[in-house]
């Protein structure tokens, strides 16, 4: 509840910034305007009080004599009107923005532009989840994480620090492992077997949570590392077929230039692969010339002109590109993908 109090105070106070700013803003205007627009009092009286200047105007269909003192006049009238509202007001609201923002909700911050549009417009469509609560949630976990996680990198630093000293007080080849297992011991880098236990996932992807495989943490702002990272469950197929050993060399070595031998042996491993794993409701993969997305199974169009879909349509899970002419199929195989990459070229 209180999050959303401060919401609404949060957009009062920047409607009222907004606009005693554009006051203030109008208000300096109005006042370069009317310096620059003064001529000399003609009355001599007026010279000889101290008016340094004067306008005559018109608005609303009224008119109006504005005289300029310089200096203060000998004798101030009774109702003085300063133009300081404006001005204060402004400096005011923009403290209690200030306040509401980073004192009350200290819990936000600022994210980069690129980074807010790609979670609002590719992450949560879809999700159930509205915006604002995911940020709200994300800036909760900051603040709740952000002094755990300062406090383990200065433990972090700490212990690097400790072995860094016990080596330069080791150095040489020279090295007594026990010794220095039991140093990592007593500074608590190494510690006790801890009794078995469990960890449980909730709300996280089938593929993260319950297929084990390489996680990669890596800077998210180097563009190279993060493809990596997110590439790391993947792997080609034929790549490892044909620059290991799973497939015999005998007259098909891997070294050299691209072997057409051995990359025949590589597509038909590939072919009773497919067979084995995504068995079609009758004949084999190496007869299919084509392949399609249908409505609720793949379509294998074979080299006799039928088409045959998979004998457990569970396995096609979606595809890439046009329905007419894919660029990818996904096949799925005991939670394990298999993405058959249809290059025509």
């Known amino acids: 509840m209180e999050a959303y109090v401060l919401d609404w105070v949060n957009l009062l106070l920047r409607w009222a910034h907004v606009i005693v700013g554009i006051a203030w803003i109008g208000a300096s205007f109005y006042f370069v305007s009317l310096d620059n627009s003064l001529t000399p009092a003609k009355d001599p009286k007026d010279t000889a009080k101290g008016v340094g200047g004067e306008q005559w105007g018109v608005h609303g269909g009224g008119f109006y004599h504005h005289q300029k003192y310089p ?17 204060y007001s402004t400096w005011l609201t923009g403290m209690g ?12 911050f600022l994210v980069d532009k690129s980074l807010y549009d790609f979670v609002n417009e590719e992450v949560i469509p879809g999700t159930g989840v509205k915006s604002d609560d995911f940020w709200r949630g994300f800036a909760g976990l900051l603040e709740e994480m952000s002094p755990r996680n300062a406090a383990l990198l200065r433990r972090r630093d700490e212990l690097q620090a400790k072995i860094d000293e016990w080596h330069r007080h080791n150095p040489g080849p020279a090295f007594d492992a026990g010794n220095y297992q039991t140093f990592l011991r007593e500074i608590g880098y190494l510690v006790a077997e801890r009794p078995a236990f469990v960890v449980s996932t909730a709300n996280v992807d089938e593929e993260i949570a319950r297929i084990a495989g390489p996680q990669l943490v890596v800077p998210v702002n180097n563009a190279r590392y993060a493809l ?7 792997g080609s197929l034929y790549d490892a077929l044909y620059g290991t050993d799973a497939i015999p060399e005998d007259g098909a070595p891997r070294s050299g230039k691209y072997n057409p031998e051995r990359g025949a042996k590589v597509i038909a491993f590939v072919r009773d692969f497919l067979d084995k794993y995504f068995p079609l409701a009758e004949g084999a993969h190496r007869d299919v010339v084509k392949y399609l997305p249908g409505a609720v199974n793949l379509e294998a169009h074979t080299k006799a002109g039928k088409v045959i879909g998979l004998k457990d349509p ?7 590109g046009q329905g007419s002419s894919p660029s990818a199929i996904l096949l799925v195989h005991h939670g394990l993908h298999v993405e058959l990459h249809i290059d025509r070229t």
């Open 97 to 108: 923005l200030f306040t509401v923002l980073y004192l009350f909700n200290a819990g936000s």
């Open 71 to 87: 200096v203060s006049p000998a004798q101030l009238p009774d109702h003085l009107h300063w133009s300081m509202w404006e001005s």
């Open 314 to 320: 569970h396995g096609f899970r979606g595809f890439q």
């Open 228 to 234: 990596n990272a997110a590439n790391a469950r993947w």
